[in-house]
């Protein structure tokens, strides 16, 4: 069965930071982009952040860039999520996500996507 379990969202201040993880198990790791995903209320889902498990070329929202890190350890099956100088803005269920390698360069990269997690809140106090 494949699972991707997401952990570690919670509320934080403006410019605070949090670590998100997404265990994943249940299919072969090594040849997949797998990343995040998030839906604020009212709003349509957006990438966030997408690694390759084969090279480790990643992909950021431009909303992002500077302030959220990818990063993955293959030996765990778990890819993270830093998250620093977050915004309101950043409010949102966050999804790991899994696909075909070729989505991180999709212009629409969820519809590469195999499997979604159930998702973990994020929220953003000012």
């Known amino acids: 069965e494949v699972q991707l379990v997401e952990s570690g969202g919670g509320l934080v201040q403006a410019g605070g930071s949090l670590k998100l993880s997404c265990a994943a198990s249940?299919?072969?790791?090594?040849?997949?982009?797998i990343g995040w995903f998030r839906q604020a209320p009212g709003k349509e889902r957006e990438e966030v952040s997408l690694i390759s498990t084969s090279n480790g070329y990643t992909n950021y929202a431009d909303s992002v860039k500077g302030r959220f890190t990818i990063s993955i350890d293959n030996a765990k099956n778990t890819v993270y999520l830093q998250m620093n100088s977050l915004k309101p803005e950043d409010t949102a269920v966050y999804y790991c996500a899994a696909g075909t390698r070729a989505a991180i360069v999709l212009v629409n990269p969820a519809s590469g996507m195999h499997y979604w997690g159930k998702g973990t809140l994020v929220t953003v106090s000012s």
């Open positions: 249940g299919f072969a790791f090594d040849d997949y982009a």
